[in-house]
């Protein structure tokens, strides 16, 4: 990926790749598509795949594959113990981070379990930037606490701080201080902040964590699912890695860790995950719990032809045009949006585009569930499928009320690799098209809520008939285009 200067004036990113393999889809006619969203109950976790243009739900697991991974693939050892597969993805691993042991599982939740299980205990304390959903439930299920010290302006949507995802350095030591060191048996640093936008972390912070955790002899661990993006951030945004390769910050942060572990649906354009550690005791432990959850040590539930592909996806992963695609396209779409009005979390991260619903949809309240109805608004004007992150993410409390969330998001994922800018382009005319409609967009409310994670398989309604008077605008606005 490279960011060209076109004669016009204007900046573009451009892809340094071609397609050679592709997947038809299609686009149905606008009131199709206000159909279909309702037959899924306002919910697009429902959607079927086959009614959608642009698939930005996720980052995970859907990021397209190179010829170089497909063609690993064909040459993948497919035996259960001592696969040649294994050797080139532990050899690669070692390679790139520097540690001594690596532990294959299915994909990244598989790794926080057994490390949940290696050191959680009843009572102790797991201090962070910023937690991830299955972070956090490994932890608490096994009765211990996470502690989220992210720097104030982290959590500021509009604030422009290149690096949102640092630890506040005080935080830190207050959290250890009050705690006690014994109680905290590792410091978990997220790259690439997920739930906050994918906001990256600088090295410099990482050092200063690392320096903080190893006077005290607390195990200092990395999250890298979303380290990709985080490289390329910290190469154009951290004045002493602008001289560096990749590869060079990938060790430089990798030398700070005892612990990184990935879920190599995104880290790596594979399925799968693991963990890569340097003390030998410790593996030995979790080894035991990797053959009982996951498979056996030298394939850890993922096929062969995956582990062959993130092999190369990691290689891959060292290339500075490789790695620069996601952001510039999420970059690409900020810009848009914040020339035509629309508010947006800035500046802008990894993993995708979030649309501030709270600011998009001020006439709606977060118990109307903005970031949801913008969702449905969005698959209305443009077969865009996007995610939730908002109220309607959250739980009820056990009384039965409902807490409003932090911040109200329409998170439109950019998959690597997979999009084209006439697509990008695409989303964003019908999102801007939205905005200036945004007063016809209503709330919706629940006619089936699931008491868990009530965000996948919840149903709604639209709370007038709202959806109709939309794509009867739409109707108006785009006669002779779907
Ligand atoms: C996706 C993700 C995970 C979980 O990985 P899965 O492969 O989906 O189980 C953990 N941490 C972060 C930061 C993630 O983005």
Redesign the pocket.
Known sequence: MAQVQFFSGESVPLEMHKVRVVQKLSLLPVWERQKRIAEAGNNTFLLKNRDIFLDMLTD??VNAMSDRQMAAMMIADDSYAGSETFFRLEQKLHEIFGMDYFLPTH??????NILAETYVRPGTVIPMNFH????KAHITRLGGRVEELIIDEGLITSHSHPFKGNVDLNKLRECIERNGAENIPFIRI?????LIGGQPISLENIEAVSKIAHELGIILLM?A??LQDNLFFMHEREPRCKGMSIRQITRAVADQFDIIY?????FGFG???GICIRNRKDYEKMRELVTVFEGFLTYGGMSVREMEAITVGLDETMDEQIVAQGPQFIEFMVNEFIKNGVPVVTPAGG?GCHVNAREFLPHLNSHDYPAAALACAAYIAGGIRGMERGTLSEQREPDGTEPAAAVELLRLAVPRRVFTLSQIKYAIDRIVWLHRHRELIGGLRFIEEPRVLRFFFGKLEPTSDWQLRLAEQYDKDFPNSL
């Open positions: 995970s697991g994909q990244g939740r598989a790794a926080e991830f959903t299955t972070t997220e790259a690439g902040t997920n999250d699912s979303l990935f879920s190599a649906r995104k399925r799968g995950g993993l």
